[in-house]
């Protein structure tokens, strides 16, 4: 029987090639790989681990939990609104470096699904945050969180999608997160709250939802989210302009778009009692085309000109009724809930 040449197999060992292991695992990274590390050393010293608190009989117990990023070095965070729901506003957050600290809740906004906290300590790893209107589908993005209690856990893939919508709720109301970003990097249940980053380390959102297998949604940090985060922090909630409609985009017939230079407007198809639209004559039917002279094709739209400086303030809404342009004053309240 023959001998086997093991070289000619396997080919010959490389001189030198254990004492330059750590040189060639280096040069084996792809530019991808090293994206994503670079990104994991950025950011995970500024997102914590939380453990939030519930009054139970005897005391208060620290359950459940989720993730946090840190925004500034004197302790404010950012996490997922229903992570903090339901408890008395309060927990521990520990982070990779084996710091724990406690913190409370400053300001809760259900219907964006954000929460700022502040943690007590005055030295944390603050984060960088970016601007997801400047994301692009196909683009890296890295999650960084703590699914299933593991601290400091990442994941990693490609925005899949943008422009999607998430449902909230406060109360009796019900709202449409705009904007959302869906990505492909795994999330669990405890990725709640943690960042979601591009390929620079900035948070370009923050993980709220796992919607099925390979598919996490996060709410994007854009100018409007900075004004709900910037109230939250001041003020400890964010106001909001209620009209006391519920609607749906309609198309526009085509000789009124022709004249109105745009395709679709909001179908009122309710009007609640006592409310400002009702005050102002406002009917099922009635379409909705401009707010204060500016076009509205779509409830998103007509959502982010409802903001606080619209409360008390005598609002111009275009209308489309029976086939007529009118126009009616409204004055919004303060959304209550």
Not at 112 to 127: E, H, K, Q, Y
Not at 269 to 279: N, T
């Amino acid at each position: 029987m023959s001998l086997i040449d093991i070289d000619a197999i396997l080919g010959p060992e490389q001189p030198g090639s254990a004492t330059n292991g750590a040189t060639d695992d280096a040069e084996a990274l792809d530019a991808y790989s090293r994206a994503v590390i670079d990104v994991a050393e950025r950011l995970t010293p500024s997102v914590g681990s939380l453990r939030v608190a519930r009054r139970v009989r005897g005391g208060r117990l620290l359950d459940g939990g989720g993730s946090s990023v840190v925004i500034t070095p004197d302790g404010f965070m950012l996490t997922s609104a229903h992570v903090v729901a339901r408890t008395d506003g309060t927990g521990r957050a520990s982070f990779v470096d084996g710091r724990e600290v406690d913190f409370e809740a400053v300001g809760a906004d259900a219907l964006s699904d954000l929460a700022v906290l502040r943690a007590d300590s005055r030295d944390l790893i603050p984060s960088t945050l970016g601007d997801a209107e400047r994301l692009r589908v196909g683009q890296l993005v890295v999650a960084i969180g703590n699914p299933h209690g593991f601290g400091g856990s990442v994941t990693a893939g490609v925005v899949s999608a943008l422009g999607r919508s998430l449902p909230t709720r406060s109360g009796a109301t019900q709202r449409v997160v705009d904007n959302v970003i869906q990505t492909d990097a795994a999330l669990n249940p405890g990725n709640s709250g943690g960042a979601l980053a591009d390929g620079r380390g900035r948070v370009v959102g923050i993980n709220t939802a796992v919607a099925g297998v390979g598919l996490g949604l996060a709410v994007p940090i854009n100018g409007a989210t900075r004004r709900i985060i910037a109230a939250l922090m001041t003020e400890g909630r964010f106001r909001r302009a209620y009209l006391g409609i519920a609607g749906g985009p309609r198309p526009l017939p085509p000789r009124l778009a022709r004249e109105l230079g745009q395709e679709s407007g909001v179908e009122i198809v309710q009007v609640i009692e006592e409310s400002p639209a009702a005050s102002a004559g406002l009917r099922p039917e009635d379409l909705i085309v401009s707010v204060d002279h500016a076009p509205i094709t779509g409830v998103d739209q007509l959502h982010r000109l409802m903001i606080s400086d619209a409360i008390g303030r005598t609002v111009h809404i275009g209308l489309i009724r029976s086939g007529r342009r009118i126009d009616v004053e409204l004055v919004p309240t303060e959304l209550e809930g």
